[in-house]
């Protein structure tokens, strides 16, 4: 065989285009998961968005309720049978500050995976307490959100409570593992 009739490039495996082209390996139409896609980012980016700003919402709120009924929290406190009179009444003149400081750390997107962190610290702190006094079938009134004296002696429903707390673990955890960053001054 001389140089001239050297074999072309093409193979059988290579079929070609007219105008004598050679087609070279069909690209994969699927390049990586979805998560990996632009849309998925998208998908990701507003979890995380939502997860964000719904704890800080919440933080914020839950603190914001606690601060003008000190006596109340100080009684829901002592419902639990865990500390003395004295550290209830320390946790009930701290606990609505230092919610409504992580909630606004997260709004503000100041050290957001580390306040995501102490965020689910508390929030298991919470589940063992709401746990231990279901356990114990004390009635209690959890202290969370509405701090108002429980005269009835109506016990809330453990279970959801409980179920409400680990969905906010999971958005914590989701926080710690992919913050979202935008808007945020210090993430």
């Known amino acids: 065989m001389s140089i001239t009739q050297q074999a072309t490039p093409t193979s059988a495996s290579a079929p070609e285009r007219p105008g004598g ?21 998208r998908v990701l980016d507003a979890v995380s968005f ?9 933080w914020i709120a839950a603190g914001v309720a606690k601060l003008d009924n000190h006596l109340n929290m100080t009684q829901a406190i002592m419902a639990y049978e865990i500390f ?3 550290w209830s009444d320390l946790l009930a003149r701290l606990i609505g500050p230092l919610e ?29 307490g709401i746990a231990q006094a279901w356990v114990r079938g004390l009635g209690i009134d959890c202290g969370c959100f509405s701090i108002e004296p ?6 809330m429903d453990y279970f959801v409570t409980i179920l409400r707390d680990i969905g906010y673990i999971a958005l914590s955890v989701w926080t710690i593992y992919r913050p979202f960053k935008r808007f945020a001054l210090h993430p």
């Open 84 to 86: 003395t009179p004295q």
């Open 100 to 128: 409504i400081a992580g909630g606004v750390l997260l709004l503000l997107g100041i050290f957001l995976r580390q306040a995501s962190k102490v965020a689910t610290v508390v929030l298991v702190m919470f589940i063992i």
């Open 150 to 155: 429980n005269m009835d002696k109506v016990a």
């Open 21 to 41: 082209a050679v087609e070279g390996p069909r690209p994969s139409t699927r390049s990586g998961s979805f998560w990996s896609s632009t849309n998925g980012r």
């Open 50 to 58: 939502f997860a964000r700003f719904f704890m800080a919402y919440t």
